[in-house]
């Protein structure tokens, strides 16, 4: 069986290509707002990011990003994050 494994390839991860966060859950936390959980499909996103929300084609900055409850400058594909969006509605975006 280890040899199966071993003949399996790494998917290829793209830090340089546009970001794509498809969004797991939003979970709205009282004393701290909007907080919209997914994995990096492709890019890196930085805390202070400007965001274009689809598919309603909001600009938000994000206020901060989180990796396993703790504060991260930046974080790149593959990564489950946690994205305090700024004045961003639980229903201004969804699960997609």
């Known amino acids: 069986m280890i040899d199966v494994i071993e003949t399996f390839e790494v998917p290829k991860s793209y830090p340089d290509k546009p970001l794509r966060i498809p969004i797991f859950k939003?979970?709205?936390?009282?004393?701290?707002?909007?907080?919209?959980?997914?994995r990096i499909a492709t890019?890196?996103?930085?805390?202070?990011?400007?965001?274009?929300?689809?598919?309603?084609?909001?600009?938000?900055?994000?206020?901060?990003?989180?990796?396993h409850h703790k504060k991260v400058q930046e974080a790149g594909p593959g990564t489950f994050v946690g994205i305090h969006i700024r004045n961003l509605m639980v229903r201004e975006i969804e699960r997609g």
Request: overall charge positive; cysteine-free; hydrophobic content about 40%.
């Open 26 to 38: 939003v979970h709205k936390i009282s004393g701290v707002g909007t907080v919209a959980v997914g």
């Open 43 to 67: 890019g890196t996103l930085k805390a202070n990011h400007v965001l274009n929300i689809g598919p309603y084609n909001l600009t938000k900055i994000n206020r901060t990003v989180e990796v």
